[in-house]
């Protein structure tokens, strides 16, 4: 069985800063690990994941998460935000091979962004 | 045209009605899926399908029943519905052998007075 925690329910944040999400999973065999995003009024999009290899894995937006095997942890980041990126944020874990369909969601950031 | 289509987008009704809510995709996926979205809770998985005669009960399956009506389509039935089934539902699918990752449908908003 595997868990997700998100640390921070809101995250408020003023346009160009930098912002962090935090995630932490619990499971007792190696994992995916995913972001999404959920934009107002939208279903989810996917916005990276790890699989294996580099811990750290970037996606076209700017965003980027380290995978940090023992605390556990894969923590999102951005070093200056947009008000386009006020959105949902939500880590999910799958454990690997047949099973990886068994996405384990956390209960999600809000990221607000103020001009 | 978005690729995974869920009707109604909204829908209000009364505890003890019955209610379909409609997937359709055309990405070819095999998987299909039904989560329920509610304020702290992320979403959780209903009932998931890998083709047409593969169904199988999710997390929170009770009071819940689904249809496989072809490829690309997946219906959630709420029998009889109550109050706390108010949430918002989306539909995704997944593809065998792309990591799992999933496409969401723009989800439907369900209020059971």
């Known amino acids: 069985a595997q868990s997700v925690t998100q640390l921070d329910s809101q995250v408020p944040v003023f346009e160009e800063a930098p912002v962090e999400l935090r995630c932490n999973y619990s499971?007792?065999?190696?994992?995916?690990l995913f972001w999404y995003v959920q934009y107002p009024n939208q279903g989810l999009q996917l916005l990276l994941k790890?699989?294996?290899?580099?811990?750290l894995v970037e996606s076209i937006n700017g965003f980027e998460a380290e995978f940090n095997k023992s605390q556990t942890s894969f923590h999102l980041r951005k070093p200056s935000v947009h008000i386009s990126d006020t959105a949902e944020y939500f880590c999910a874990v799958s454990p690997p091979g047949v099973d990886d369909y068994k996405l384990s969601f956390g209960a999600g950031t809000t990221v607000t962004v103020r001009a | 045209d978005a690729d995974v289509t869920q009707t109604p987008r909204n829908r209000i009704t009364k505890t003890g009605k019955r209610i379909m809510l409609e997937c359709s995709q055309t990405k070819g996926h095999d998987r299909m899926y039904w989560y329920r979205q509610d304020p702290g809770l992320g979403l959780r998985l209903i009932y998931y399908?890998?083709?047409?005669?593969?169904?199988n009960k999710g997390e929170i399956s009770d009071g819940y029943s689904v249809s496989r009506q072809a490829q690309a389509k997946f219906s959630l039935s709420l029998e009889s519905a109550i109050p706390n089934q108010t949430a918002l539902y989306f539909c995704a699918t997944s593809d065998v052998g792309r990591d799992n990752e999933q496409f969401f449908g723009p989800g439907t908003r369900l209020t059971v007075l």
């Open positions: 790890y699989l294996s290899g580099s811990t």
């Open positions: 399908s890998f083709d047409v005669k593969d169904i």
């Open positions: 499971s007792s065999v190696s994992v995916y």
